[in-house]
């Protein structure tokens, strides 16, 4: 394999039925584009290994796509009609840590030998649940596997309560990491589609034509990754909301 990847995917409360919707039928399209099926075809080997999980508090992990070798058009469109197959339900609080610790640990079983190792995460506001995502993320990096991130930062009316201005900034600092890690950040969700398909673009091929147009880690100022603990703390009150 050249590659195995595992793409957890957000579904905690504070997304609607319809971006729920819209980030399956995202994946869906963006798996079975020419654009990624020629950054598979034009691998070392041609082929890769790829699992869909969809994730939200600690302990919330749910299989939608097991563990898939996929080397053709025929098979990347499989895989887009499973994601789409069954409705998303989503579920309570938002765990980054306990997704990327589910993740490191689905590498170890899964019958595949890739070449590089790379989690594909996307969520719409920091960690607030489970182990600081600091921890999680060294012990990810530890085992050898890259971390890229897909930021959702659209606005709703749970923004304000869940959701931070910077949230692309964020992920750099705070869930991604490894060699060429890189973040995409999604603003509004008519690009969401188009985002994805870059992104895996970017994961699969050895040289993209999408390269400048992530944004890299870089030396910055200081960041609180426990943002996300604290909103939780100040507005645990809405606990019915998220």
Known sequence: MD????????????????????????????????????AISGGLLGRIALTYVEWAGDGSQQIIVPWTEVSTRDEAKAVAEQITAIPTSSLRR????????????????NGYLGLRRVIDISG???????????EAREAT??????INGLPLMTKDALSALWGIDDLDVYYQRCVIGGPGAFVIPV?????????????LVQEI???????????????????????GEKMWRKNRRYFEIP
């Not at 938002?94 to 079983?109: K, M, R």
């Not at 719409?124 to 600091?134: A, T």
């Open 3 to 38: 590659l195995e990847l595992f793409l957890a995917v957000d579904v905690s409360r504070s997304m609607s039925p319809a971006e729920l919707e819209i980030q399956r039928r995202g994946y869906a399209s963006a798996l079975s584009s020419p654009d990624v099926i020629d």
């Open 141 to 146: 990096l530890a085992q050898g596997i890259v």
């Open 94 to 109: 938002t765990s980054i840590s306990g997704a990327l610790d589910y993740a490191a640990g689905a590498f170890e079983d």
């Open 205 to 227: 091929a050895t040289v993209s034509p999408f390269a400048e147009q992530v944004i890299k880690v870089q030396a910055a100022p200081p960041y609180d990754c426990m943002i």
């Open 187 to 199: 603003r509004d969700w008519a690009q969401f589609a188009d985002a994805v398909r870059r992104k």
């Open 124 to 134: 719409d506001g920091p960690n607030n649940q489970g182990r600081p995502v600091l």
